[in-house]
């Protein structure tokens, strides 16, 4: 059973920083695709950010682009949000997502698996 945990997030101020994590476990991420997406309140989920298996594609949302950075750390099943600049338009609940497929996309459609999510409230 494969199941991701977001951690991270909470109530930040606009111009903080503040990191999310995506603990995987149940299967080892090294070989699955892995994604941010968001949804703010009255919003339709949005891509963040997408990162290859091994690191060396990664996708940014035109509007996190400079602000945000993704990683992953297979050895540690983990994937990381590093947030930047926050704004109040980032306020949104922010879910990992993965898939073991080879898709390398920005469509929500082709991950299989999520976590919860965690929130992320920006106040200005």
């Known amino acids: 059973q494969v199941q991701l945990l977001e951690s991270g997030g909470g109530l930040v101020q606009a111009g903080d920083s503040s990191r999310l994590s995506c603990v995987a476990s149940?299967?080892?991420?090294?070989?699955?695709?892995m994604a941010w997406f968001r949804q703010g309140p009255g919003k339709e989920r949005e891509f963040v950010a997408v990162?290859?298996?091994?690191?060396?594609?990664?996708t940014y949302a035109d509007s996190v682009k400079g602000r945000f950075t993704i990683s992953r750390d297979n050895a540690r099943n983990t994937m990381y949000l590093e947030m930047n600049s926050l704004k109040p338009e980032d306020t949104s609940v922010y879910s990992c997502?993965?898939?073991?497929?080879?898709?390398?996309?920005?469509?929500?459609?082709?991950?299989?698996?999520w976590g919860q999510g965690t929130q992320v409230t920006v106040s200005s």
């Open positions: 997502a993965a898939n073991w497929q080879g898709k390398y996309a920005q469509l929500d459609s082709v991950y299989d698996y």
């Open positions: 990162i290859s298996r091994s690191g060396s594609m990664i």
């Open positions: 149940g299967r080892s991420i090294s070989d699955a695709t």
